[in-house]
């Protein structure tokens, strides 16, 4: 086979043709894509559209995937009030609707449970309410306050701690725990502390339900652009953008990192990975990098 334009017309039944013609040019043979016997896709591969495209070409338009997982997502706090109701002093919460998206851009199915106000009864009584759920996600009351039930509350109803508080910031008091096949999940209450605990901890345990194998989030070399400083001891998650410049990727810190704002967090398209046993980071340092999932 010969491209049509490298070749030229000579009469209406002849034609010239420009280059050399090797066997096997411009021929696609039998079982280029698969061959029979193949295996097309493996077991825990997520289906994306090239994914799909291979599928529909061998002519199957359904294929066994496994159940998406049920999540209970609760808010916890009595300063706390819905998006539409009027404040009346109160914060709006916005942890649970914003979970809730999460969870469904993992691959989950959320409800939303509402909010339980600050006394151990509430907060057991509506933790009660999850049977059923694969995964339950709280957010606040999981720290050393005085209004701080949930962890109390979960081992009141039988769900075996596996860890509480890790050495990160934000998201320091972060309780996991499991009952039976369904896991447990207290994150922080302030807003950014429970988006960045659900990226590191909650997505890949939805991911892993999903039958998904490689569930770490991915990492990515870049470079600093600035500098930064902390006292040893925690690993920071930094929030920032980056930008490609002569071949690398170059990493800024926003503005503010405490763990109320979302603005940065909107802003934000990575986190940087400031580990916990260093102090300090100078402009042009090679950094650690994770891709954020709630980019839009």
């Given at each position: ?12 039944d ?38 799909l ?34 404040p ?53 009351g ?6 701080d ?28 725990g499991?009952?039976?096949p ?24 939805l ?76 402009d042009?340092?090679h950094?650690?990098?994770?891709p ?5």
């Open positions: 086979v010969v491209m049509r334009e490298r070749t030229r017309p000579l009469a209406p002849s034609v010239e043709v420009l280059e050399a013609v090797a066997p096997g040019n411009f021929i696609r043979p039998r079982g280029e894509d698969a061959r029979e016997g193949d295996v097309l896709l493996g077991r825990g591969t997520p289906l994306g559209i090239p994914e495209g291979l599928l529909w070409a061998q002519g199957m338009t359904s294929v066994p995937v496994p159940r998406r997982p049920r999540v209970a997502v609760l808010s916890t706090g009595d300063e706390l009030c819905r998006a539409d109701e009027p009346d002093g109160r914060i709006v919460d916005t942890n649970a609707p914003a979970l809730a998206l999460a969870v469904r851009r993992a691959g989950g199915l959320p409800t939303l449970l509402g909010i339980a106000r600050d006394t151990r009864e509430a907060v057991q009584e509506a933790l009660a309410r999850t049977d059923g759920f694969d995964v339950v996600l709280t957010s606040a999981v720290s050393v306050g005085d209004h039930f949930v962890k109390d509350a979960l081992g009141a109803l039988g769900v075996e701690q596996h860890f509480w508080r890790v050495a990160i910031k934000p998201g320091k008091p972060l309780v996991v499991q009952r039976g369904t896991l447990f999940f207290g994150l922080p209450g302030n807003p950014t502390s429970s988006l960045v605990t659900f990226e590191l901890f909650v997505r890949p345990a991911r892993r339900l999903l039958g998904i194998q490689d569930v770490e989030p991915h990492r990515v070399s870049g470079r600093l652009d600035g500098r930064l400083s902390k006292p040893p001891g925690l690993a920071h998650f930094v929030r920032v953008t980056v930008s490609w410049r002569a071949g690398e990727l170059w990493a800024k810190p926003l503005g503010t990192q405490t763990s109320g704002v979302l603005r940065s967090a909107s802003a934000a398209t990575h986190l940087l990975h400031f580990p916990r046993e260093i102090s300090s980071l100078t042009g340092s950094v650690e990098l994770l954020l999932s709630w980019v839009a």
